[in-house]
C-alpha cells in the first residue's frame, strides 16, 4: 500500500480559505512571504517528508532504539532524516533571520512540520523538542546560557529534551524530589530520577540539553518551590564543544505500544553527585517557564494527534475505494461483480465519521498556531485577545484531537476488517502511534481539571465570553443557505455553555469544588465538541465559496462533513451540559471499596 501525507488542497484551503494567512503578510514580520513562499516551504516539506522519513517509519518501529554497551543504537535513516531536516532549515523555520531562521509565519511553519509527523511521528519528535527547548531557553535564559546552548540546539549540533516526570509522581509535578544545590561558583548540583523522557538518550548530536525540573533546598513548598535547570549529558569547555561525561546516566529503555522510533528513557541525574546544571532565569520559577514548553508541546500534541488520524482515514479510504466486498443491500445478484467497500451505507459512515473527526482536529490545531501568530506580531488588542484564547482554549486544543484522533484510528482499523489488525497493513501502527496522546503532555483527566478548575475563571470569565463572541462572528457571517441550519445550530449551544459554567460556579462555590470537578470530562467534552463544530462551521463557509469546477467535489465532500458533525456529533453536547447542570454525582460517590 503506498504511503499517504496531507493533501496539499486540503491543507492550502485550511490555510489560506479558513484561517486568512494571508493577512499576516501585511505585519512586518512576514512582509517578505507572501501565499508563494509559503506554498513553496511546503513543497520542500512534502519532498523531504516523502524521501527521508517516510521511508523508515515502519521500520523503526519493528526495529525500535537499542541500549548496547551503554548506549543507545538506532536505525541509521534517523540519523539521515534529523540532518536532512536541519540542513533545510525547518529546525529554525519560524526564527528570525538574524537567528538563521525562515521567519515564517507560526501557523506555516507549523503547516510543513506537519508533513513530517504525517508519514514518521517518531523521527519528528527529536526535532520537535529540540525546538521547543531552545525556545525556552530563547525566551528565560540568560546571555550566558543561550551563547552556549541555544546557538548549537538551532544548528542542530545538540538536542533537547524536557525531563518533568518521576517515577513516583506521575503528572502531580508538586511531589517531585529531585534537588538542584547550589555552588559557589553559581552552578548547581543535581540529584535525583525523571521517567518517560522522551529523545532522553540519542546519538543524533554531539550533545543533549536537558531542561530538568528541580526544588533548591529551603524554596517555597509545592509547585511555587520548583525550579528549571538546564543540565547537558556532557559539559562544555571553554569553547563550548562538549567535554566531560556530566552525571547524567541513561538507567534505561522503555518499551512502548507506538511511538517506538523515539526513545523513550529512565534518567538519573547525580549518581556520583557530580551533574552540574545551569539555573534558567530566576530560582523557583521553573514551572511557569516549563509551561512555554509544555504548552507548545500540548498544541504539538493535539496537531500531532489529528494529522495521525487523518493518516489512518487515507488509507482507510484508499483500502475502501480498492478492496471489492459484497453487493449492494437492494441489487443483490451474486452472479454480478462485488463492488468496492467504498459504495456500503456502513463504511461510508466510519469514512465520514473519520473525515468529520480528523479535519476538525487539523483546523482546531491550525487556528491554535494562528492565535500564535497574534500573540507574537498582532497589535495590542489582537495579542491581549489572542493571548487570553489560547489560554483559555489550550486543554481543548490538546484533548480534543488526542481523543477524536484515535478514535478515528479505531474506524480505520474497522474499514480494513480483518486486515487492520494485522501488521501487514500500516493502519494498526497508527493506532498504536496515536494512542500515546491522550496520555502524554497532560492526561485528558488532567486537561480537564485544569479548564475548569482554572482555565474557565481566568479575568473573570472573558474567555469565555470571547470565544463566544467569536463564534458568534463567525455565526453571523454565514450567508449560504446550506451552512445557516448549521450556524443556528451552534448559536443554540451558546446559551448551553453558560448555563453549565453558570451552574459548575454556583456548584463551587456552595459545596466545594469535589463535585463539580468529578464532571470535568464532561465540561471539556462540551467546549471541545463545540469548537470542533465552530471549525466545522467555518470549513462550510470557506467551502460554500469556492468556485472553481476543480473544487466541486472537494466543496461538497467538505460540506457533507460539516452536516454530518452538526447532526450526529454536536447534539451530544447536551447530555453533557445536563449532568453539569445537574451537579451529578455519581463518579464523586462511587466508594473505592465497590469497584
Known amino acids: 500500500m503506498s504511503d499517504v501525507i496531507l493533501d496539499r488542497r486540503d491543507l492550502s484551503f485550511q490555510l489560506f480559505e479558513v484561517q486568512d494567512t494571508d493577512s499576516l503578510f501585511a505585519r512586518p514580520r512576514f512582509e517578505d512571504h507572501s501565499r508563494e513562499t509559503i506554498e513553496a516551504a511546503l513543497d520542500t516539506a512534502e519532498k523531504l517528508a516523502r524521501e527521508k522519513f517516510a521511508n523508515h517509519n515502519a521500520l523503526s518501529d519493528k526495529e525500535e532504539p537499542a541500549f548496547v554497551d551503554g548506549k543507545v543504537v538506532m536505525r541509521p535513516e534517523v540519523k539521515e532524516a534529523f540532518d536532512a531536516y536541519i540542513r533545510a532549515g525547518f ?9 538563521g531562521g525562515m521567519q515564517l509565519p507560526e501557523i506555516a511553519a507549523a503547516a510543513c512540520k506537519g508533513m513530517f509527523t504525517c508519514v514518521n511521528p517518531s523521527s519528528t519528535g527529536y526535532v520537535f523538542l529540540t525546538a521547543a527547548a531552545a525556545n525556552v531557553i530563547r525566551n528565560f535564559g540568560n546571555d550566558t546560557l ?5 546557538e548549537p540546539m538551532m544548528a542542530g549540533r545538540f538536542t533537547g529534551t524536557m525531563a518533568l516526570t518521576e517515577p513516583h509522581a506521575g503528572s502531580s509535578l508538586t511531589d517531585i524530589r529531585t534537588r538542584a544545590v ?28 536537558h531542561l530538568v525540573l528541580a526544588k533548591i533546598p529551603g524554596g517555597p513548598v509545592g509547585v511555587k518551590g520548583i525550579s528549571l535547570f538546564v543540565v547537558p549529558k556532557y559539559r562544555l569547555d571553554n569553547n563550548g564543544h562538549p567535554d566531560v561525561r556530566n552525571d547524567v546516566i541513561l538507567a534505561g529503555l522503555i518499551h512502548k505500544l507506538g511511538y517506538r522510533g523515539t526513545t523513550s528513557t529512565a534518567l538519573s541525574f547525580g ?8 539555573l534558567v532565569g530566576e530560582a523557583h520559577q521553573g514551572l511557569r517557564y516549563m509551561f512555554q514548553m509544555m504548552n507548545e508541546a500540548r498544541l504539538g500534541v493535539g496537531f500531532g494527534a489529528g494529522l495521525l488520524g487523518y493518516r489512518g482515514y487515507r488509507f482507510a479510504l484508499d483500502y475502501a475505494r480498492d478492496r471489492r ?17 467504498i459504495e456500503h451505507a456502513d ?20 487556528y491554535g498556531y494562528r492565535l500564535v501568530d497574534d500573540i507574537e506580531t498582532g497589535n495590542e488588542t489582537t495579542s491581549k485577545e489572542a493571548e487570553l484564547l489560547l489560554d483559555l482554549l489550550t486543554p481543548v486544543l490538546k484533548t480534543w484531537p488526542s481523543e477524536f484522533g484515535v478514535r478515528a484510528n479505531d ?21 498504536r502511534d496515536n494512542r500515546l496522546n491522550p ?7 488532567v486537561q480537564g481539571l485544569d479548564l475548569l478548575g482554572r482555565k474557565v475563571w481566568v479575568n473573570n470569565g472573558k474567555g469565555l465570553v470571547l470565544l463566544a463572541s467569536r463564534i458568534m462572528a463567525d455565526v453571523l457571517a454565514t450567508a449560504n443557505e446550506n451552512c445557516k441550519p448549521m450556524a443556528g445550530a451552534l448559536q443554540a449551544m451558546l446559551p448551553l455553555i453558560e448555563k453549565a459554567t453558570q451552574a459548575v460556579g454556583n456548584q463551587m462555590a456552595s459545596a466545594g469544588a469535589r463535585i463539580a470537578l468529578s464532571n470535568a470530562n464532561a465540561y471539556l467534552q462540551l467546549l471541545g465538541q463545540v469548537v470542533a463544530a465552530w471549525m466545522w462551521l467555518r470549513q462550510a463557509n470557506a467551502a460554500a465559496l469556492l468556485t472553481n469546477p476543480d473544487d466541486a467535489a472537494f466543496a461538497k465532500g467538505k460540506l457533507q462533513a460539516a452536516r454530518y458533525f452538526f447532526r450526529w456529533e454536536l447534539p451530544r453536547v447536551k447530555w453533557d451540559a445536563q449532568q453539569l447542570i445537574n451537579g451529578d454525582d455519581t463518579f464523586a460517590d462511587m466508594d473505592p471499596s465497590w469497584f
Request: aromatic content about 10%; overall charge negative; hydrophobic content about 35%.
Open 439 to 445: 496520555i502524554h503532555e497532560g492526561t485528558t483527566g
Open 182 to 209: 547550589p555552588q559557589d561558583n553559581g552552578s548547581y548540583r543535581i540529584k535525583g530520577s525523571k521517567i518517560f523522557i522522551s529523545g532522553g538518550e540519542n546519538e543524533l548530536a554531539d550533545n543533549i540539553v
Open 91 to 99: 529546525l529554525s523555520s519560524r526564527a528570525r533571520y538574524e537567528e
Open 411 to 431: 474506524m480505520a482499523i474497522q474499514v480494513f476488517g480483518g486486515a487492520g489488525y494485522t501488521r501487514e497493513y500500516p493502519v494498526e501502527q497508527v493506532w
Open 325 to 341: 466486498q459484497g453487493r449492494h443491500p437492494d441489487d443483490a445478484d451474486f452472479s454480478k461483480p462485488q463492488v468496492p467497500l
Open 271 to 278: 549518581d556520583a553527585d557530580d551533574c552540574h546544571g545551569y
Open 347 to 366: 463504511v461510508k459512515r466510519l469514512l465520514l465519521t473519520q473525515k468529520a473527526y480528523a479535519e476538525a482536529a487539523i483546523a482546531m490545531s491550525l
Open 146 to 150: 543561550k551563547a552556549r546552548f541555544l
